[in-house]
């Protein structure tokens, strides 16, 4: 297999089939996550961790924006300032993805219920947020690769997860949220920008963010890798046939 089958190629309308079989398989995952939260719920007659549930409903908003933006690049209706508009607000959104791992801080044991279930709980949720985060990449990656050509693809691809690290840092131990950018867009602005020109002073923000995008930088790569190979090998099939 040659490097160059490795790079995203747009995909067309036939692959339509395996999309829907994605959104199956990604509805199963964020099912099974409320169900063994609900599990919980009547075993224990609480409500600890309905915040999972939040969160992983914001997870789910970058994978509709970007499915969003793949529909209109299809049918060739994404000019670029569309295009921008589309992109900023998933990128907005994106960190809530991965923003789900670091739930796992709130871990410990609890009576009535053990500690490897309440695991399984956040890890589920984690998974599916991941999960969803990463295919709305594929997606917006796709994109701007059919537009912009595949190396600009990737640094885009790259970059969003650069943003995505910080935004968990911001996130869970600066508590914004992303429709802050509606409620207080100058506090925000403040925040982000004191950090980028004062990096030195937030040591936690740069050790977070470094270690949450090499994190996602590696396992989406790995996911990209087999799933481009996979698309090759369908592709080759069908020349063949």
Request: net charge positive; charged share 10%; no cysteine.
């Amino acid at each position: 297999m040659q490097p160059s089958d490795y790079i995203l190629q747009p995909v067309s309308d036939s692959t339509s089939v395996p999309h829907r079989w994605l959104w199956l398989v990604f509805g199963l995952s964020s099912g099974l996550s409320v169900a063994i939260f609900l599990a919980r719920v009547w075993y224990t007659d609480t409500w600890m961790y309905f915040f999972l549930n939040w969160n992983l409903l914001l997870a789910w908003a970058p994978l509709l924006l970007a499915t969003i933006m793949r529909e209109l690049a299809q049918r060739r209706l994404l000019p670029l300032a569309l295009l921008l508009a589309l992109f900023g607000a998933w990128l907005l959104f994106f960190p809530n993805a991965p923003y789900i791992i670091s739930d796992l801080m709130h871990l410990a044991p609890r009576q009535g219920v053990p500690i490897w279930y309440d695991a399984m709980l956040i890890f589920s949720y984690a998974w599916s947020g991941l999960l969803v985060g990463f295919a709305s990449l594929w997606l917006v990656q796709e994109v701007v690769t059919a537009r912009f050509g595949a190396w600009v693809g990737w640094t885009v691809a790259m970059l969003s997860l650069l943003a995505a690290g910080f935004g968990v840092y911001l996130g869970r131990f600066q508590r914004w949220n992303s429709w802050d950018v509606l409620v207080d867009p100058i506090g925000l602005a403040r925040e982000i920008l004191y950090g980028l020109t004062h990096p030195w002073a937030y040591p936690k923000a740069i050790v977070v963010t470094l270690l949450f995008a090499s994190f996602m930088a590696i396992a989406y790569s790995t996911v990209h890798l087999f799933a481009a190979a996979r698309l090759q090998q369908i592709g080759r099939e069908r020349t063949a046939s």
